[in-house]
Structures are given as C-alpha cells and as structure tokens.
C-alpha cells in the first residue's frame, strides 16, 4: 500500500481536476428510462454512506495483483466478495481481504449473489468470452456491473449486456484504467480542446512479448481474437479519446510469422482509422514485440505519452515540456468514480457503450483482414 503523503497527493490531484475531468467523457449517454423503476434498482449512496461492497469474479492475474490491492485503497468501495473455481485460492484470500465464508461464491453458486446485501458491485475479471454471461447473470441478480476489458468478443454480447443491465435499473461499466490516469487525462484535454489546433495524426501501439502459448488468450474461442482485443483496443481508446470523435472507416492486415505458435489468431495487426474531422490514426499490436505509445501530433504541437498504457510508470512530454503529473492508482479512482456515479446516478465515463464502440472497430479491423485489407466501414 501506498503512504498516506502519496495517497494525498493524489487525492489533491483529483480535487483539483476533477471537475474539468468528467467534463472530458466521450460521448456517454445516460441510462435510458426504461431504466427507471427496473426490479432490484439498488439504493443511491450518499456522500456518508458505507462503502460499496464488491465482489471479484474470477481469481486471476489482474484481480490478485491489481484490483484487490486498489480496493485497499478505495474510499467508496471495498472487497467483499469472491467467486472463484478455484478452491484452493479461498482461505488466503479470505484472510488476507477478511472476507466472511457466507460472501464466498463459485460460478454454479455465482446467481445467489442477488441474496447478499453486502456486494453491490460485480466485478467480471473473467476470460474474455465470460465477460458477457457473468456480466449478465450480475445485472439479474440486481448487481452493479464492472466487466474487463475488452468488453466481451462481439458487438452482439456487448448489446446484450447493455440490454440486460439496462433492464434490470443498474450501472455498468468496463475497466477501462487509464481514463483515471493525469497522463491520459491532459492528452484528452490537449486533442480535445485542439490546445495545439485540431489534432491531424495519432500513432497509438501496444504490444508485448508473450511466451505463455497455453494460455486462454492464445485461443480464439475464449479471447475472441489476439493481442488486438487484448492490448491493442488501448491503442483504438487512446485515438478515440485523444481525437474526440469516433472512426468512420479502419483497413488492417493481419499477419503471423509463426503459424506453429499462432495456430488460431493472428500474432500482429497493423491498423490505420480515419475520423469524421479528418484526423488520421496508425496502430499495431502484437505478442511478438514491445512498444507502448500513444502519440498526438497537430499543428501546432504534439504530445507523446511513453510507456502510455501501463499500470505505473507512465511518462509523457509535450513540445512545451515533461508532462508532470503525480502516479496515481488508477483501479484505485477506476472503482471510486464509479461508486460515485452510482451514488449520483450517473453514466459512467467509461460506460458499456463505450466498451460497445470499441468493439465495433475491432469488428470492423477483422472484417478489414478478411477483404485483403480494404478500407471498411466501422
Ligand atoms: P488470468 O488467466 O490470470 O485469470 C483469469 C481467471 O479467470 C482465472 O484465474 C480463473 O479464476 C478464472 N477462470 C474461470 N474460468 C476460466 C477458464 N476456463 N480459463 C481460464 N481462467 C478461468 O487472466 P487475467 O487476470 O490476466 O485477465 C482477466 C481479464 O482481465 C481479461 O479479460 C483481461 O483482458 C483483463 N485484464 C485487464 C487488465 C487491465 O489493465 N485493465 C490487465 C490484465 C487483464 P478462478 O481460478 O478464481 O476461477
């Protein structure tokens, strides 16, 4: 855990932006009044209310050392439950989160969350192809709902989980960490508010060298594709919300170097989107190399994040400058701003439908691949 100078800080940080940052959302939408008077639609929490119960769903790599670590940093939230079908995880993680036997679930118990008032957010940290079942099944049960990112592996499944939460009166949201990070929060600020003019080129790539070939996120039918839904929708995120706009068109290629390793999906993907104000972006992902940038270029300046996309670390200058922003714990003010929102009864800034909108372009760069690499609509 962090100090309480650097916990500070970083709530100075937030006070201070705060305002001006929720003003930056793409464009989210409130939840519609079929929402309103839904079954199950949990209470609003005031600004002395308890903190927010949440349940992780799935005791993977990113729930162990990353999401259980910033619910102990959380004002708003705090870990309460687990589903997991993995028996053996169960008594460290309940003694280390003290987390009571009664809050345990596994995914043939998961429905009966709907009975225990002590978890009011599911937390879906699932392999991507689960994302959409269990986002679901918690929206049903009358849960608030974080997925993964990506969102699920098709735009159908994304509609559904929209739909089904939408229905049932709760809130979701994807978790999408760097909308939280001061770094990515002034790019957005810099190409949005066309600070240098309006922006003309973003280059935005992530990839990593993965060795792990057994791996879900080497299957197709569990990862829903390779490194591109995986890492390289943080490249789609970052020109989306640095630009403002949303792509109108995407080309792509596809390619793998070894087909013995990629038996089921492509090792690398080179991308290029146009937006409707004339911005151009260029993009690769892959499990074969490393780079971790996002770029913005305009006339009158640019700005150059990098390493863009990690948990810390994050380092970003401007032609004025460094960028000189403190290191946050981005889960941290992920979970917190949504308690608020659920609090305020607000859309998310990083809401289904912008899960949604990522997916419409990672279907469109496959559909790109499939036509030899043609320009096609998003
Ligand atoms: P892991 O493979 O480490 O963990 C996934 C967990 O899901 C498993 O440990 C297991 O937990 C559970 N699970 C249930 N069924 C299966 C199955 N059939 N195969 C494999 N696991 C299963 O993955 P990660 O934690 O790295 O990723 C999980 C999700 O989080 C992904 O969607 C990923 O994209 C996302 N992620 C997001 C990051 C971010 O920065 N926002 C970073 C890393 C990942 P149990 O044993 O408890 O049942």
């Known amino acids: 855990m962090p100090n309480t100078d650097a916990r500070r800080t970083r709530r100075d940080f937030l006070q201070k932006t705060g305002a001006a940052l929720g003003g930056l959302a793409l464009s989210g939408t409130a939840l519609p009044a079929s929402a309103r008077g839904a079954r199950r639609r949990p209470r609003a929490m005031s600004s002395h209310a308890k903190p927010l119960g949440v349940a992780l769903v799935g005791l993977g ?37 003290d987390i009571p ?77 760097l909308h939280f990070e001061p770094h990515h929060q002034e790019i957005m600020r810099l190409g949005r508010e066309q600070v240098y003019g309006r922006v003309t080129v973003i280059e935005a790539s992530f990839s990593f060298t993965s060795r792990n070939t057994e791996a ?35 080309r792509a290629t596809g390619y793998n170097t070894r087909p013995d390793v990629f038996t089921e999906i492509y090792e690398t993907i080179l ?29 009158r300046g640019w700005a150059r994040i990098e390493p863009a996309f990690m948990y810390n670390s994050v380092a970003g200058r401007t032609n004025e400058g460094p960028m000189d922003f403190p290191e946050v714990t981005q889960q941290a003010l992920q979970m917190d701003d ?31 691949i499939d036509r030899g690499g043609r320009w096609v609509e998003v």
């Open 338 to 368: 949504f308690a608020r929102c659920i609090a305020a009864d607000e859309t998310s800034r990083v809401s289904g439908e912008e899960g949604l909108r990522d997916m419409k372009v990672i279907e469109a760069i496959y559909r790109s």
């Open 216 to 250: 879900w996120r080497f299957s197709k039918e569990m990862a829903g594709g390779g490194a591109l839904l995986d890492v390289g929708v943080y490249a789609i995120q970052g020109a989306r919300y640095t630009i403002g706009e949303e792509p109108v068109r995407v």
């Open 271 to 299: 991308w290029d989107m146009e937006f409707p104000g004339g911005a151009v972006s260029t993009h690769s992902t892959s499990y074969s190399a490393n780079v971790n940038r996002l770029y913005m270029m305009a006339p």
């Open 61 to 97: 790599n990113y729930a162990t050392n990353q999401l259980a670590p910033a619910l102990l940093e959380t004002e708003q939230c705090r870990l309460t439950g687990i589903v997991t079908g993995t028996p053996s995880k169960i008594d460290r993680w309940r003694s280390e989160y």
């Open 101 to 177: 036997e009664k809050n345990v679930y596994n995914y043939e118990t998961f429905d009966q969350i709907a009975d225990n008032p002590d978890i009011h957010v599911v937390y879906v940290v699932l392999p991507n192809s689960m994302h959409a079942e269990y986002a679901i099944r918690a929206a049903e049960a009358g849960k608030h709902v974080i997925t993964e990112k990506p969102m699920a592996t098709s735009v159908r499944d994304c509609e559904r989980m929209i739909e089904a939460c939408e229905k049932a009166g709760v809130k979701l949201s994807v978790g999408y960490r």
